[in-house]
């Protein structure tokens, strides 16, 4: 019975001392808790209140930069504090400041953009941007040429030339684009060199560049020729664009590529470009060609064709497919009065046909 | 003069309101279309110079609602991207005075602003 007694008080007295322990190790443990939360709002508030100084101390600076009045030669310094001296070697500040300028420089052109460029260059940021070059995430690297390029910085040209055949596509872009935008249709070189593929986007944005630009008649024949099939597509869209007519029998040798993109380019290309033969070379290939193909031809022989082309075209009417035997019935009446006259001729017994007819005549009446 | 400024990004706004109020006008910022809006039926600006693409509504609903409420005495001057040459055109249908392109001159901002103080004064 003593023994039951003692063993129960014993138990009672160790529950109460286990209970004690956890209660304070719960205790420690909310303390230290709450030291880190403390800590935390801390930093976190000096953080925001730095990022809140930061923010106005770039203000202040863009605004400063873009209404200087003062006389912009190059040797010019925009008056600046030695605190945002200072503060330029602080990652955040300077990120705020680099973001804010490139911003501004987006949006502003005349002397105020020239002012901003002036202050990026005062304050020697391009020297931040060209060390983010050798980051290695791409992300980084893209950001870095697209500042170097919105701030015009041409003489960096040598430096981004190598990111133009980058492994990533997105770092690919912005140094093509940059190198454009540096030089012109002369920067378009890279394409010499180039072995990755120039994406449908890529170059729809090259070409949308170069729009803002004088046409300059630069070497595109040995893009023609490129082992790369994407050079050679954009290079089709520049003869195409720019009606580069001496090209043409370099773009006729393209109708002989064996890859079909090139071909279908190339046909397209010969809607702008073209001699009295190159229906000829068209029509030639016509049977070697699958139904995309096809359809191309004789939309390209719509403009270029002649009276020549219709024996051939008078053919294509009684194709099963519909949409041929439209096109086809648009060259013949779009190559002169003969054409015309040989489709009224046309009568058939096929009401498809008769009503294709009668559309493409409503077509050029209109 | 008193103009209303609708513009939603932040660093633009503040640049437009620095150029205009040195150029000696009263100027009203406003963040968003909607803010715009009730502004100038509140306000009453002698000019708006709006951006085109805002949250809530855009610059082009803007236009429609000023040249409604004040026909003939309350001038739009869009501001627009490069590429929206379509927009401006239906702008100028809905009855847009003027237009800038971003990226554009500051100095040629206040000319085009001071156009439209001449024409009040006269």
């Not at chain 1, 200072?86 to 953009?113: H, M, P, Q, W, Y």
């Not at chain 2, 968003?32 to 306000?43: F, Q």
């Not at chain 2, 429609?64 to 040459?85: D, F, R």
Request: charged share 25%; net charge neutral; proline share 3%.
């Amino acid at each position: 019975m003593l023994l039951i007694k003692l063993f129960m008080l014993s138990a009672f007295f160790i529950s109460l001392h286990t209970l004690g322990v956890i209660i304070l190790v719960f205790t420690n443990l909310m303390v230290c808790l709450l030291i880190f939360m403390l800590i935390y709002m801390y930093f976190r508030a000096k953080r925001e209140k730095n990022q809140t100084n930061y923010k106005l101390i770039s203000d202040l600076l863009v605004r400063k930069a873009v209404f200087y009045d003062g006389l912009m030669l190059p040797e010019t310094l925009i008056p600046v504090t030695k605190r945002v001296k200072k503060l330029i070697d602080n990652k955040d500040f300077r990120n705020r400041l680099t973001d804010e300028l490139v911003l501004a420089k987006k949006n502003i052109t005349g002397t105020s953009a020239e002012n901003i460029k002036h202050l990026y260059q005062q304050l020697n940021l391009e020297k931040y941007a060209l060390q983010l070059l050798k980051s290695r995430y791409w992300h980084i690297k893209a950001k870095a040429i697209q500042e170097l390029s919105l701030m015009e910085l041409k003489e960096y040209e040598f430096e981004l030339y190598p990111f133009a055949n980058n492994k990533n596509e997105l770092v690919r872009m912005e140094a093509q684009v940059a190198l454009v935008q540096f030089n012109g249709f002369e920067g378009l070189l890279f394409l010499d060199d180039i072995t990755y593929s120039v994406s449908e986007w890529q170059q729809i944005k090259l070409l949308q560049k170069l729009s803002n630009l004088p046409p300059l008649l630069i070497s595109v024949d040995k893009w023609l020729r490129s082992s790369n099939t994407s050079v050679v597509i954009f290079a089709l869209k520049l003869v195409r664009s720019y009606h580069r007519f001496e090209l043409h029998d370099a773009v006729l040798q393209c109708l002989d590529h064996p890859d079909p993109i090139v071909r279908l380019q190339a046909i397209n290309c010969f809607s702008e470009i073209y001699t009295d033969e190159t229906s000829i070379h068209l029509i030639s290939r016509f049977w070697r060609e699958g139904l995309k193909h096809q359809l191309a031809i004789i939309k390209a022989l719509q403009n270029i064709g002649s009276e020549n082309d219709n024996p051939f075209l008078l053919t294509l009417l009684h194709n099963d497919n519909y949409e041929m035997k439209l096109f086809a019935a648009r060259a013949i009446a779009r190559s002169g009065k003969k054409g015309l006259a040989s489709l009224n001729d046309y009568g058939t017994y096929d009401n498809k046909l008769n009503d294709i007819i009668i559309q493409v005549k409503g077509e050029l009446a209109a | 003069m008193k103009i209303l400024v609708a513009e939603d990004d932040e660093l633009m706004l503040k640049m437009l309101e620095f150029r205009l109020r040195k150029d000696g006008h009263e100027v009203i910022v406003t963040h968003d279309g909607r803010e715009a809006l009730a502004k100038i039926n509140e306000l009453v600006p002698d000019l708006v110079i709006t951006d085109i693409m805002m949250p809530f509504l855009s610059g082009l609903e803007i236009i429609g609602a000023v040249k409604k409420s004040y026909p003939n005495t309350m001038p739009v001057i869009i501001i627009s991207g490069m590429g929206q040459e379509s927009v401006v055109l239906e702008a100028f249908q809905l009855g847009a005075d003027d237009y800038i392109t971003k990226p554009f001159s500051p100095n040629e901002l206040s000319v085009r602003v001071k156009r439209f103080d001449k024409a009040i004064i006269l």
